[in-house]
């Protein structure tokens, strides 16, 4: 969460201004990503059932982890999306995307393999293959793959 130059002269930051100023007193959130999905649910994500939002939905896998560390199964970058999500790309892989919630003390950015990325009690995952018209499509995972994501070690 971004600390205020309040926020920062209250830490005891002699440099607080200028740590203010160029983003250094505290991590800031990038914009979320939008991601324009090929296929439709009826009850995507995000759909309110009784004021309450659907935060899974098909083509997403469940994991209980406990609150255990997930890790990037590559290097690459996470970036939040609009639905307090997550998503993980590579330059190296670029027809694909990973979208993670249930995340906390997310880690944004550049990651190297086997940083975490963030733990959770819950994880919800899902792969998305980009579709010749730019759109995504979610395409089963295999095991290996969302094992990489729970690896212990780097």
């Known amino acids: 969460m971004p600390l205020s130059f309040a926020n920062c002269i209250g830490r005891g930051l002699t440099l607080g201004l200028a740590f203010s100023l160029m983003g250094g007193c505290g991590r800031t959130t990038p914009a979320p990503r939008r991601l324009n999905l090929h296929q439709s649910w009826s009850l995507p994500m995000g759909t309110a059932i009784a004021g309450y939002p659907v935060s899974s939905s098909l083509g997403d896998i469940s994991l209980e982890l406990g609150g255990d560390a997930v890790r990037m199964p590559f290097n690459g970058t ?28 997310t880690q944004f950015g550049s990651r190297q393999q086997g940083q975490t990325i963030g733990r959770a009690h819950h994880l919800i995952f899902a792969m998305l293959r ?18 990489q994501l729970l690896k212990q070690s780097p």
């Open 78 to 105: 996470v970036e939040p999306t609009e639905m307090d999500c997550v998503l993980v790309s590579s330059d190296d892989i670029p027809a694909y995307l990973f979208r993670l919630c249930g995340l906390s003390r």
């Open 130 to 147: 980009r579709e010749p018209d730019g759109t995504w499509a979610m395409v089963e995972p295999s095991a290996q793959f969302i094992q």
